[in-house]
């Protein structure tokens, strides 16, 4: 799961990344900048790339050439910077109650309202599909391509995780524990953090085979978790204040104490991983770090004003920031960038505070509470509405 966070005025859209050639004669940008994390926007890297009205050039994920619209220029249509006042957000539900998390699959966006796991087609707005009933305490929850289930933990001393078929049916309870915080789901297993003897327990079983696996032990505060193709990644608490002092990572199939990346009193809320680096969201700033024990951490952005969620896609790092109502991205390939240099997603809508956070390749999915919340839990919007949005990229 991911825990509890565009620009104060929207005046800058990017236009959807559309790399839509290589660059003539561009060179194969090794390691992770072919990959898109750590590109370098040089003056001849962006000079090769055909210009385009009202927009800036970024290099894409194998060095082809993507657009960010001008100040004041938006691309609500795909057909180019060619708008000049900001995107309508689409409304896929009206009446979410506390949704606290979203999941994305291909097909659909799934989240939690009121007393039951729902869910939207992509393809369009249209009416919301109640996937599974679900009890109160719902915090994450989580989807796969291919994989038939939607997934979900209620943190409770009597919660525990379940599934349920993603077209509707019944759900599953498939643990029983006491105040799971976070869930993870790959082609194989499904993945967890709950209490047990007053620490938190790491833990995964197999789809469809029974047999739970502790994979590490004794951790504290857990606020965050992910997971790539070969290790999850965790945010863990200490210092007795409550705040997670570092980012930490274990083999998906290993058992034992979980690794730390970066140590000291980074204290992420959220955090997430791309096929090189892990990205964190602490309490004014984001950074990140190759995925390498030891390796040192670069900061993207500083000075925000306690940031709650976290997200990424191949070009930008996006995020919310509940008590200012703001949703913000930036480049992945900024480096100690200032909270003025954020861009605008989508303008404030009233005293609605965006919540919940989930990218794909062409929409940015949120949720709203109403009135006041930090950036950890939105705390008393039980019973009161809030929105699902999206908006295109």
């Known amino acids: 799961m991911v825990r509890a966070r565009l620009a104060l005025v929207l005046a800058v859209a990017s236009c959807t990344p559309a790399f839509d050639r290589p660059r003539p004669g561009g060179r194969d940008l090794a390691g992770e900048r072919a990959r898109g994390d750590q590109r370098v926007d040089l003056a001849a890297d962006r000079q090769s790339c055909p210009p385009r009205a009202h927009a800036t050039v970024v290099l894409g994920p194998g060095g082809e050439c993507g657009y960010v619209c001008e100040a004041g220029y938006y691309d609500c249509g795909g057909s180019g910077c060619d708008q000049t006042v900001p995107c309508t957000p689409e409304e896929l539900d009206g009446a979410a109650v506390c949704a606290k998390s979203l999941a994305l699959d291909a097909t659909h966006v799934y989240w939690f309202s009121g007393d039951a796991i729902w869910r939207a087609a992509k393809a369009g707005p249209g009416a919301k599909e109640k996937v599974a009933d679900a009890e109160q305490g719902v915090e994450t929850v989580a989807a796969l391509d291919g994989d038939p289930h939607v997934y979900w933990i209620v943190a409770r001393d009597t919660g525990g995780v379940y599934r349920a078929p993603k077209g509707g049916g019944a759900k599953e309870k498939l643990q029983g524990v006491k105040q799971p915080r976070v869930l993870a789901v790959d082609g194989e297993n499904?993945?967890?953090?709950?209490?047990?003897?007053?620490?938190?327990?790491?833990?995964?079983e197999a789809k469809g085979v029974k047999g739970v696996v502790k994979m590490a032990s004794?951790?504290?505060?857990?606020?965050?978790?992910?997971?790539?193709?070969?290790?999850?990644?965790?945010?863990?608490?200490?210092?007795?204040?409550?705040?997670?002092?570092?980012?930490?990572?274990?083999?998906?199939?290993?058992?034992?104490?979980?690794?730390?990346?970066?140590?000291?009193?980074?204290?992420?809320?959220?955090?997430?991983?791309?096929?090189s680096f892990v990205f964190w969201l602490g309490q004014s700033a984001i950074e990140r770090s190759a995925k390498t024990p030891g390796a040192v951490p670069a900061t993207t952005i500083t000075g925000l004003a306690l940031p709650g969620r976290l997200a990424i896609d191949s070009t930008f790092v996006y995020w919310t920031t509940p008590g200012k109502g703001e949703l913000s991205k930036i480049a992945r390939s900024e480096v100690n960038r200032s909270a003025d240099a954020a861009i605008a997603v989508a303008a404030k809508d009233g005293n609605e505070r965006p919540w919940a956070l989930a990218v794909d390749d062409r929409h940015v999915y949120w949720t709203t509470v109403p009135g006041a919340a930090d950036h950890k839990d939105p705390g008393g919007c039980q019973g009161a509405q809030g929105k699902l949005r999206r908006v295109r990229k």
């Not at 499904?190 to 995964?204: D, F, G, I, K, P």
Request: aromatic letters at 8%; charged letters at 15%; a negative charge.
């Open 218 to 275: 004794g951790l504290t505060l857990t606020w965050a978790l992910a997971v790539d193709t070969s290790h999850l990644y965790l945010t863990s608490g200490g210092a007795g204040d409550g705040w997670p002092s570092a980012v930490q990572r274990q083999e998906k199939k290993a058992v034992g104490p979980a690794l730390e990346l970066i140590a000291g009193k980074v204290a992420p809320l959220d955090l997430a991983v791309s096929s």
């Open 190 to 204: 499904y993945y967890w953090a709950h209490v047990e003897n007053n620490a938190q327990t790491l833990a995964r």
